[in-house]
């Protein structure tokens, strides 16, 4: 179901409108996790990313499993300290803060269920496999690939919709990476800076390593987007054999709704401002909570649609010349990792026609 797996991922924002409290750290690097002492159920799998590959999609079928247990939350984070929220206001975060806060996640799972969680950020931070590690030893570990230049096409609408970025077009949003890395030219209340280093994002080799070399490659099943595309319950499947579950059931295929273009940007990040006035009104600037009283339910259900038509568009695609200067920079990666994965992605992802 060529759109069913790349839907949007729930909301994150800047620091300067999501009210969180949660700082970002440079690429790759994650602070160890408080997960000295575990109690209570763990999960017994991780679905680890990447974001835009198909991970909610996975998520929500996995969920209907009757031998899986996955909570509400998608994406708890857990593992990369620096993203866990702190209370504000006295209100506590929807997102778990402590140990015991994670693991009350699972706690409804019963014995004979595997419980898993989605958080596709954790393949990109080192230290999450070990923190990982020490509340699951056993942890058996998801990972989806997707094509380079079209992983971070999509990868930038995302950040793009969660407020992280503000470049709208993707081959000038590429080109200030160098800039950034110094921490210059980045979005107002950004602290999200290694995650608009996009090319840092495709280090597929090294990303996969760190989990193979605390798990064993025995223990970490990589997807490619492309195949999940193409055949969802096939891979969906394979996924149930990995976890040792029932994989004769029938399976409920599920549609994501595809990211669209941020037309206006300031009016969707007022958009996300009030729907975080609505989710945490305490933490929220008090003239947004005098907006959202002047917008009640019925007028958003009236004009909501009109509003979203005003505000995006449909997906422009970058220039082909473009994407194909792209795709020749990441070559030599697509080529370290199909070596690595066994697999010639080289053909499958059109990199033989590259020259």
């Known amino acids: 179901m060529a759109g069913a797996v790349e839907g949007p991922t729930s909301g994150e924002g800047t620091a300067a409108t999501d009210g969180s409290g949660e700082v970002g750290e440079p690429y790759g690097e994650a602070g160890g996790a408080d997960t000295s002492t575990p109690s209570g159920r763990a999960p017994d799998f991780f679905i680890v990313g990447h974001q835009k590959c198909g991970t909610t999609a996975l998520y929500m079928m996995l969920q209907d499993h009757p031998q899986i247990y996955m909570p509400a939350e998608k994406e708890p984070r857990f593992f990369i300290p620096e993203l866990r929220p702190q209370w504000v206001n006295g209100k506590k975060p929807k997102r778990p803060g402590t140990l015991e806060d994670y693991l009350s996640l699972f706690e409804a799972a019963a014995p004979d269920q595997r419980a898993g969680e989605a958080s596709p950020q954790y393949l990109r931070y080192k230290n999450v496999p070990a923190a990982i590690a020490k509340v699951q030893?056993?942890?058996?570990?998801?990972?989806?690939?997707?094509?380079?230049?079209?992983?971070?096409?999509?990868?930038?609408?995302?950040?793009?919709?969660?407020?992280?970025?503000?470049?709208?077009?993707?081959?000038?949003?590429?080109?200030?990476?160098?800039?950034?890395?110094?921490?210059?030219r980045l979005p107002r209340g950004c602290r999200r800076q290694a995650w608009l280093l996009y090319s840092d994002h495709v280090r597929y080799v090294e990303q996969l390593r760190w989990f193979r070399d605390v798990f064993g490659p025995e223990r970490v099943l990589v997807l490619i987007y492309e195949d999940y595309r193409r055949d969802n319950e096939a891979v969906v499947r394979e996924v149930l054999r990995f976890l040792e579950v029932d994989d004769s059931l029938p399976i409920a295929q599920v549609d994501t709704k595809p990211l669209k273009d941020v037309r206006i940007q300031r009016l969707h990040q007022l958009t996300g401002a009030l729907q975080e006035t609505r989710r945490n009104p305490a933490a929220a600037n008090p003239a947004l909570r005098v907006l959202d009283t002047l917008l009640p339910a019925p007028v958003r259900r009236t004009f909501g649609s009109q509003w979203r038509r005003f505000i995006y568009r449909p997906r422009a695609q970058p220039s082909d010349a473009f994407m194909l200067e792209l795709r020749r920079r990441f070559k030599p990666e697509v080529e370290a990792v199909s070596e690595y994965l066994g697999r010639d992605l080289v053909s499958l992802w059109g990199y033989d026609r590259i020259g």
Do not use: T
């Open 137 to 184: 030893p056993d942890a058996r570990i998801i990972a989806l690939l997707r094509e380079p230049a079209d992983f971070l096409r999509s990868f930038h609408g995302q950040m793009l919709h969660n407020r992280i970025e503000s470049q709208k077009d993707f081959q000038k949003a590429m080109a200030l990476e160098d800039a950034r890395r110094r921490g210059e």
